[in-house]
């Protein structure tokens, strides 16, 4: 059980490799954490620590570095007069350690001023007020860890992410305190470590490393190649069973989900989502019943959608991964054509052409007279024409080879 799971274990866990359960049911009259992340100002921080004293509350400070603790504890006494500091860190003696932490348990602390030792193990409820100092060198993990010690109370809890005003902070950091600053709901830890994974990478599978480099490929395509890898090994691929292949469709046609008809950014984009992993007419037939009884009729740009992604799914069935238009020509690949075929295609397409070497099909599109008003780029006659090129040309030759 895991509230930010490290990279590997997250990655094993989304590409299938684990499985994994999410609890997002809060404790009852639990609130989120007003997080606040900005430059480090003394009269902020003077006034959240009078702020959490005057509700006879407690305030955990974080600086990690031991050899300069002392220090932060004399300046805070200078900011607050009178205040009662704890200090804990882990190069104390484990039983004075132990005496202050149930000192600041038993209330006999204001302040307890500690590295991140604390990060986890720790339950006090009175304590609502977290100040972490330097946070621009905290781990995305660690800096919601730390938030995780306040708010576990009935009382509203705040966080301050602070970091030095005098040097710029790096591309990373920022990173992470935008993620941290972003992600205050009860339960953000999965999209916090979410995050965390894309920014660290997901280390090794096999091996020891908890994180590793992914940007060379991107964070989408990496997900994607592991997920189809997984699949692969889960379907018999080693079987010698025919592997999933995609089919990219490019044709000029105007086809989307117009945002007059569906206006949720959101849910045009799970449509979208839903419409390509379709994998039958079937499926493609109760979205458009469920867009037709939850967004009302079905403009005509919609339509051509649910056309080409059905056309795509029939070329795909006809072992194609590649259909394009190109110039003047449609580009279909791979095909193999035999002898017979070849004749037919000139016959019926004057002026195709076929690569063999390179398993390349580039049918000649039939031309308008000059007298006649051409088709505008979006006219259905362009799927039409794809789809009869299909049936006519590549499918006899799939159903002659019985594959």
């Known amino acids: 059980m895991s509230a930010t799971p490290i990279p ?13 359960s999410n609890i997002t049911t809060p404790p ?57 500091i704890g200090i804990a860190h882990g190069q104390m003696n484990e039983r004075v350690l132990e005496e202050v932490i149930l000192a600041f348990w038993n209330r006999e602390f204001d302040l307890l001023l500690c590295t991140t030792i604390i990060e986890s193990g720790i339950d006090i409820p009175n ?12 781990g995305l993990s660690q800096l919601h860890q730390l938030r995780g010690r306040v708010g576990r109370s009935r009382e509203r809890a705040y966080a301050y992410f602070l970091y030095p005003t005098e040097q710029p902070i ?13 992600n205050t709901d009860l339960g953000a830890g999965m999209q916090v470590a979410l995050k965390d994974l894309e920014i660290r990478g997901a280390g090794n599978l096999l091996g020891g490393e908890q994180s590793g480099h992914i940007a060379e490929v991107g ?76 967004f009302g009729p079905i403009p ?3 339509l ?33 054509l035999p002898e017979s075929a070849q004749i ?17 099909l580039l049918v000649a599109r039939p031309t308008t007279p000059n007298w006649i008003e051409s088709a505008s780029v979006g006219d259905t006659s362009t799927l039409t024409w794809v789809n009869s090129v299909l049936r006519e040309l590549i499918e006899p030759i799939k159903l002659r080879s019985g594959s």
Do not use: W
């Open 304 to 336: 051509e959608l649910m056309a080409v992604a059905s056309l795509r799914l029939f070329a795909k069935s006809l072992g194609l991964t590649d259909v394009a238009i190109s110039g003047k020509n449609l580009r279909l690949t791979p095909v193999v």
């Open 8 to 20: 590997r274990t997250l990655e094993m866990a989304i590409t299938g490799i684990r499985e994994m």
């Open 170 to 182: 790096t591309e990373l950091a920022h990173d992470r305190l935008t993620t941290i600053a972003t």
């Open 344 to 360: 037919k295609l000139s016959r019926i397409y004057p002026g195709s052409i076929y690569k063999n070497a390179t398993q390349i």
């Open 300 to 302: 005509d740009a919609a």
């Open 127 to 138: 304590a609502n007020t977290l100040i972490v100092d330097r946070s621009d060198l905290f």
């Open 219 to 294: 964070f989408d395509l990496y997900m994607r190649m592991v997920a189809d890898a997984v699949d692969e090994f889960k379907t018999g691929y080693f079987d010698e069973k025919p592997k999933n292949n995609e089919c990219k469709v490019e044709l000029p046609v105007n086809a989307h989900l117009p945002i007059e008809y569906i206006e949720s950014e959101r849910l045009r984009l799970d449509l979208y989502r839903r419409i390509a992993d379709a994998q039958n007419d079937e499926a493609l037939a109760e979205i458009s019943g469920e867009l037709v009884d939850r």
């Open 28 to 84: 009852e009259e639990r609130h989120p954490v007003l997080t606040y992340v900005g430059p480090y100002d003394e009269k902020q921080v003077s006034a959240a620590i009078n702020r959490e004293l005057l509700r006879d509350g407690q305030i955990f400070f974080i600086h990690n570095r031991v050899e300069s603790i002392e220090a932060v504890a004399e300046r805070i006494k200078k900011l607050v007069p009178g205040i009662r």
